[in-house]
């Protein structure tokens, strides 16, 4: 690889928003140099999010054949992407895939769109499933960002995502990167809103104007995950486990669960981040305003966002900076981080193939 490393990076996270991409520059000798050239959301067809949505009760076969499909997709986005601002310099694809299935406890995590099809159809190599060996040493197989927030950005005290689940990263008093899943937040919103005919909660107005139950709260807020220390992580089976038949045994209003649900997100977030100085906040949460507002005022802090751009879309970013250290073969998992065994240097890497 050259002086300077011209990579795209793929997301798709479980709020199933879109699949995120990135066109992005890297000095590979200093990381911190990095620019992110071009970035798109393109959202999904229903088709596509119905399926993607039920494909946890599908058998492996058909996993089989929706990783494929599902390859063919993003492959087709990316063709689509890279005629549109007439790229012609890539080193290689860093994708994340779609999360289906995630039980590290049980050995397994499953992210769908097969590196091969989507190296086979774009010409270009593809860097991808970047969980599998982490959780085959004992891993959480998550999160993986915190090696970006790490070398790309140290000048924070703390990172915090706010997407289908939000999470943080930080580094200890010994200098370990510490980083865990803090608690759902679009993944249940998102769910909710649905039923009022919506994708998202723009701005969290709904939220904004729903009744908060203190007994709700109480509840979500005294959930064994939150005692757990870290390594953890959470999938959307512990939400559909656990958390929605709690907040179904009763029948509150939508506008009341998103109440609800936005506080105890808050108060859960803003636990982890009265102490810290600089914090930077990114992920599409960061959109909803009330849920901003109300992790202000339980930090009793003005909190100081960052530029659109990387709000959106430090995560496909950071999985281009992912697929680089492969490429690289540099370390790119960390055991303080997911519980890993070691420290290791994660992902499958594809060549085109006629």
């Excluded at 596509?48 to 997709?73: C, G, P």
């Excluded at 890279?82 to 049980?106: R, V």
Aim: negative net charge.
């Amino acid at each position: 690889m050259g002086e300077k490393i011209f990579c795209l990076g793929v997301m798709s996270g479980t709020s199933l928003d879109g699949v995120d991409i990135v066109y992005a520059v890297f000095n590979p000798k200093r990381y911190s140099e990095f620019e992110i050239v071009y970035s798109r959301t393109i959202p999904y067809a229903s088709s596509w999010k119905n399926i993607l949505q039920k494909a946890i009760t599908y058998n492996d076969l058909e996993l089989e054949e929706l990783s494929v499909a599902y390859a063919q997709l993003l492959g087709t986005m990316l063709q689509d992407f890279i005629h549109s601002y007439h790229i012609t310099k890539i080193d290689f694809i860093a994708s994340h895939g779609h999360t289906i299935k995630h039980q590290p406890k049980l050995g397994y995590t499953l992210q769908i769109g097969d590196g091969q099809t989507i190296a086979n159809k774009t010409k270009i190599p593809v860097v991808c499933d970047f969980r599998s060996q982490d959780v085959a040493l004992g891993g959480e197989g998550a999160p993986l960002v915190p090696i970006g927030d790490k070398l790309l950005f140290s000048e924070f005290d703390r990172c915090v995502n706010l997407g289908g689940f939000a999470n943080i990263s930080f580094e200890n008093k010994q200098k370990d990167r510490i980083a865990f899943d803090i608690c759902p937040v679009n993944i249940v919103l998102n769910h909710y809103v649905q039923d009022l005919g919506f994708d998202f909660d723009d701005g969290g107005q709904i939220a904004a104007k729903g009744v908060l139950n203190h007994q709700l709260l109480e509840h979500l807020n005294r959930l064994d995950f939150y005692q757990k220390a870290p390594p953890k992580s959470l999938g959307l089976e512990w939400v559909q486990d656990i958390v929605f038949p709690l907040i179904e045994t009763n029948n509150f209003s939508i506008p009341s669960i998103l109440r609800t649900f936005t506080e105890h997100a808050a108060i859960q977030i803003a636990s982890h981040i009265k102490e810290s100085k600089h914090v930077l906040f990114t992920g599409g949460g960061v959109f909803n305003s009330f849920l901003i507002q109300r992790i202000a005022y339980h930090t009793k802090k003005q909190l100081v966002l960052p530029n659109k751009e990387l709000i959106e879309y430090k995560e496909a970013l950071v999985f281009a900076f992912l697929g680089l250290l492969r490429m690289q073969n540099q370390t790119n998992c960390l055991a303080s981080v997911t519980g890993a065994s070691k420290d290791h240097c994660s992902g499958v890497i594809f060549y085109p193939q006629e």
